[in-house]
Protein backbone atom coordinates (compact mmCIF):
# COMPACT_ATOMS: atom_id res chain seq x y z
CA UNK A 1 0.00 0.00 0.00
CA UNK A 2 1.44 3.28 -0.60
CA UNK A 3 0.35 6.78 1.01
CA UNK A 4 0.10 9.81 -1.64
CA UNK A 5 -0.14 13.30 -0.18
CA UNK A 6 -0.08 15.90 -2.65
CA UNK A 7 0.07 19.71 -2.41
CA UNK A 8 -2.29 21.61 -4.92
CA UNK A 9 -3.50 24.49 -5.66
CA UNK A 10 -7.09 25.44 -4.14
CA UNK A 11 -8.69 26.10 -7.22
CA UNK A 12 -8.05 22.59 -8.57
CA UNK A 13 -9.54 20.17 -5.66
CA UNK A 14 -12.56 19.24 -7.79
CA UNK A 15 -10.66 18.13 -10.73
CA UNK A 16 -8.41 15.93 -8.47
CA UNK A 17 -10.92 14.67 -6.13
CA UNK A 18 -12.94 13.71 -9.67
CA UNK A 19 -9.43 12.06 -11.44
CA UNK A 20 -8.92 10.10 -7.85
CA UNK A 21 -12.47 8.78 -8.33
CA UNK A 22 -11.77 7.78 -11.51
CA UNK A 23 -8.60 6.09 -11.12
CA UNK A 24 -10.50 3.80 -8.07
CA UNK A 25 -9.22 5.49 -5.26
CA UNK A 26 -11.51 5.07 -2.60
CA UNK A 27 -11.37 7.69 -0.35
CA UNK A 28 -9.09 10.99 0.41
CA UNK A 29 -8.49 13.72 3.24
CA UNK A 30 -8.22 17.30 2.47
CA UNK A 31 -6.64 19.64 4.65
CA UNK A 32 -5.79 23.36 4.36
CA UNK A 33 -1.59 24.11 3.65
CA UNK A 34 0.46 26.83 3.79
CA UNK A 35 3.48 27.23 2.30
CA UNK A 36 6.26 28.59 0.07
CA UNK A 37 8.73 27.53 -2.38
CA UNK A 38 9.02 29.22 -6.12
CA UNK A 39 5.94 30.55 -5.88
CA UNK A 40 6.84 32.70 -3.01
CA UNK A 41 3.80 34.75 -1.46
CA UNK A 42 2.47 38.61 -2.21
CA UNK A 43 2.97 42.07 -1.07
CA UNK A 44 1.07 44.87 -1.24
CA UNK A 45 0.82 48.30 0.21
CA UNK A 46 -2.89 48.77 1.94
CA UNK A 47 -3.39 52.18 3.39
CA UNK A 48 0.30 53.40 2.75
CA UNK A 49 1.62 50.40 5.05
CA UNK A 50 3.23 47.37 3.63
CA UNK A 51 2.18 43.95 3.69
CA UNK A 52 3.86 40.60 3.09
CA UNK A 53 2.66 37.17 3.10
CA UNK A 54 5.30 34.58 2.21
CA UNK A 55 3.21 31.57 2.28
CA UNK A 56 0.62 30.55 -0.43
CA UNK A 57 -2.45 29.15 0.71
CA UNK A 58 -3.09 25.28 -0.93
CA UNK A 59 -4.62 22.13 0.07
CA UNK A 60 -3.41 18.85 1.36
CA UNK A 61 -4.87 16.20 -0.29
CA UNK A 62 -4.03 12.42 1.28
CA UNK A 63 -4.93 9.09 0.42
CA UNK A 64 -3.84 5.21 0.41
CA UNK A 65 -3.57 3.11 -2.42
CA UNK A 66 -2.87 -0.32 -3.55
CA UNK A 67 0.75 -0.86 -4.80
CA UNK A 68 -0.68 -2.08 -7.98
CA UNK A 69 -3.16 1.19 -8.66
CA UNK A 70 -0.77 3.85 -7.48
CA UNK A 71 0.89 5.00 -10.65
CA UNK A 72 -2.57 4.99 -12.59
CA UNK A 73 -3.41 7.36 -8.96
CA UNK A 74 -0.56 9.61 -9.69
CA UNK A 75 -0.61 9.86 -12.74
CA UNK A 76 -4.75 11.30 -12.81
CA UNK A 77 -3.35 13.04 -9.84
CA UNK A 78 -0.57 15.37 -11.77
CA UNK A 79 -2.48 15.62 -14.97
CA UNK A 80 -5.52 16.73 -12.81
CA UNK A 81 -3.93 19.19 -10.67
CA UNK A 82 -1.07 20.55 -13.56
CA UNK A 83 -1.78 24.21 -14.78
CA UNK A 84 1.37 24.51 -15.93
CA UNK A 85 2.23 27.29 -14.15
CA UNK A 86 5.00 27.84 -11.03
CA UNK A 87 2.99 26.94 -7.93
CA UNK A 88 1.18 23.95 -8.79
CA UNK A 89 2.13 21.60 -6.18
CA UNK A 90 4.32 18.28 -4.98
CA UNK A 91 3.42 15.04 -4.80
CA UNK A 92 5.13 12.72 -2.56
CA UNK A 93 4.34 8.88 -2.26
CA UNK A 94 5.47 6.82 0.74
CA UNK A 95 4.87 2.89 1.48
CA UNK A 96 2.57 2.08 4.09
CA UNK A 97 3.49 -1.05 6.39
CA UNK A 98 0.51 -1.45 8.16
CA UNK A 99 -2.96 0.54 8.16
CA UNK A 100 -6.46 -0.33 10.26
CA UNK A 101 -9.41 0.91 10.17
CA UNK A 102 -10.36 2.33 13.87
CA UNK A 103 -13.97 0.30 14.32
CA UNK A 104 -11.74 -2.87 12.50
CA UNK A 105 -8.61 -2.74 14.06
CA UNK A 106 -6.59 -6.09 13.66
CA UNK A 107 -5.70 -8.53 16.18
CA UNK A 108 -2.41 -7.99 17.89
CA UNK A 109 -2.92 -3.78 17.87
Given at each position: ??????????TRLDPVLCALDRAGVA????SLA???????????LH????????LVAKLKVECAVSDDRFVE????????????????GKIWIERVQ??????AAPAGF
Open positions: MRRITAIVRPGATVRGFGRQRGFHEDGAGYADDAVRALTRAARTGRVGDDAAEIG
